[in-house]
């Protein structure tokens, strides 16, 4: 009977052993599984928020579009048509000046304006007569510009002024036809 306890009170010392280290092994697995799903809920949280993010980016991206589109159509009916889509139709009356070097008004030629002239005229014969008046061109060009201050030149509300004045004084020199438009492909300050 001796035996009998004995052998009882060491299966029960065995069996709280096993407990033990069952309890020790459910405990550590369990700390890797619930940082797993830690971790995945947080990726989980980030990916919603980066969906969420674009859609915010494509909800403003389509705004800048509309806003542009605006413009285009502001521009389209300040001009009738824009240059892109000129050119496209009628490529053979566009003369263009490329890289035009000037320095504004006042600088004392530390600064100057990088800008490329499309000039729209009317037909064949005044895109002709342009063209072997190019230097004549050139040098009105030149001449605006230069005349125009650096204020006046980075004031986007006085380009509309400042197309007319080109076109005006271009006109001044042809007898075929007339600048249609004046168009700015390129118009940098430094």
Same mark, same amino acid.
């Given at each position: 009977?001796?035996?009998?306890?004995?052998?009882?009170?060491?299966?029960?010392?065995?069996?709280?052993?096993?407990?033990?280290?069952?309890?020790?092994?459910?405990?550590?697995?369990?700390?890797?599984?619930?940082?797993?799903?830690?971790?995945?809920a947080y990726l989980l949280v980030?990916?919603?928020?980066?969906?969420?993010?674009?859609?915010?980016?494509?909800?403003?991206?389509?705004?800048?579009?509309?806003?542009?589109?605006?413009? @285009?159509?502001?521009?389209?009916?300040?001009? #009738? *048509?824009? &240059?892109?889509?000129?050119?496209?139709?009628?490529?053979?009356?566009? $003369?263009?000046?490329?890289?035009?070097?000037?320095?504004?008004?006042?600088?004392?030629?530390?600064?100057?304006?990088?800008?490329?002239?499309?000039?729209?005229?009317?037909?064949?014969?005044?895109?002709?007569?342009?063209?072997?008046?190019?230097?004549?061109?050139?040098?009105?060009?030149?001449?605006?510009?230069?005349?125009?201050?650096?204020?006046?030149?980075?004031?986007?509300?006085?380009?509309? @002024?400042?197309?007319?004045?080109?076109?005006? #004084? *271009?006109? &001044?020199?042809?007898?075929?036809?007339?600048?249609?438009?004046?168009? $700015?492909?390129?118009?940098?300050?430094?």
């Amino acid at each position: 009977m001796a035996d009998k306890v004995l052998s009882q009170q060491q299966s029960a010392v065995v069996s709280e052993q096993v407990n033990k280290t069952s309890k020790k092994t459910i405990f550590l697995v369990s700390i890797p599984i619930v940082i797993l799903q830690i971790i995945i809920a947080y990726l989980l949280v980030l990916d919603l928020n980066s969906k969420a993010g674009a859609g915010n980016s494509q909800a403003h991206t389509q705004g800048q579009k509309a806003k542009q589109q605006t413009m @285009e159509k502001a521009t389209a009916d300040e001009y #009738k *048509i824009t &240059e892109t889509e000129f050119v496209s139709t009628h490529p053979e009356f566009l $003369f263009v000046v490329k890289d035009l070097i000037v320095n504004p008004a006042g600088t004392g030629g530390m600064r100057y304006l990088l800008t490329s002239v499309g000039i729209e005229v009317t037909n064949e014969k005044v895109f002709a007569e342009i063209q072997t008046k190019e230097v004549i061109v050139n040098d009105i060009l030149i001449n605006v510009l230069s005349s125009k201050t650096l204020e006046e030149l980075t004031d986007v509300t006085k380009r509309k @002024e400042l197309r007319r004045e080109i076109a005006n #004084k *271009i006109n &001044e020199i042809l007898t075929q036809g007339r600048v249609q438009n004046v168009y $700015f492909s390129k118009f940098i300050v430094q």
